[in-house]
């Protein structure tokens, strides 16, 4: 599959690049997709939710009325879960939502993110962007130049480029990340995913 890269201006260059079929020309595999995007969401949480239960209620422990001869329900605490104050019944305990997945499962799943992408005409390849400062309006008139102001946007970058990332840092719509750390949930998430010349060395080289 050939691309044609372009500048930071938006024209096309006399440059193209081959993207390896094995990666952006495979059948997607949905399931892949869905155990990976289920675990990147799942290990993101932080699994801090807490609510007391009835050990844990400030409160008297008296029994509130006599066992038998009421005619209602026995009652033996105020913090009990069916009164209004009482502890939390089964409530949420702090947790790890974490879970395993196969290296080779995850490569499949990027492989078939990419693939999506290639074939919705949605992947671009632009010269390696190399900015002196950060400066955000710099790095928003390259995204003008590729007409790219509206949409989500993700920038794959061949290495930690701390200038790129600093210039997009507080655009909503755009996120910069390293070739060697782009996951699954990142690329279909973006409506186009731009990649810059010296990533795509890294990208082949990680998912092969």
């Known amino acids: 599959m050939e691309v044609k890269v372009i500048d930071s201006k938006g024209k096309a260059t006399s440059k193209k690049v081959t993207l390896a079929d094995e990666i952006f020309g495979i059948e997607p595999n949905d399931h892949a997709i869905y155990l990976d995007v289920k675990q990147h969401l799942a290990n993101k949480r932080q699994g801090t939710h807490k609510s007391k239960e009835r050990a844990e209620i400030a409160g008297s422990t008296r029994k509130l009325k ?3 001869g009421t005619g209602g329900a026995r009652a033996g605490s105020v913090k009990s879960g069916t009164r ?5 019944i089964f409530g949420p305990r702090p947790r790890n939502y974490h879970f395993k997945l196969n290296i080779k499962l995850k490569r499949l799943a990027r492989k078939s993110a990419f693939a999506y992408k290639a074939k919705m005409d949605a992947i671009m390849v632009l010269e390696d962007v190399a900015l002196t400062t ?3 309006a710099e790095f928003k008139s390259i995204l ?4 790219l102001t509206n949409d ?3 920038v794959i970058v061949g ?13 909503q719509r755009v996120k910069v990340v390293a070739a060697d750390s782009v996951n699954t949930y990142d690329v279909l998430n973006a409506k186009k995913v731009v990649l810059t010349e010296s ?7 990680i998912l092969n």
Do not use: C
């Open 66 to 68: 006599k066992q038998k």
């Open 84 to 88: 209004v104050g009482g502890g939390r």
């Open 134 to 136: 950060p400066k955000t």
């Open 144 to 147: 003008a130049n590729l007409s």
């Open 152 to 154: 989500k946007v993700l």
């Open 159 to 171: 290495e930690g480029n701390d200038n790129v990332y600093l210039s997009s840092r507080n655009l």
């Open 199 to 205: 990533s795509i060395a890294t990208i082949e080289n």
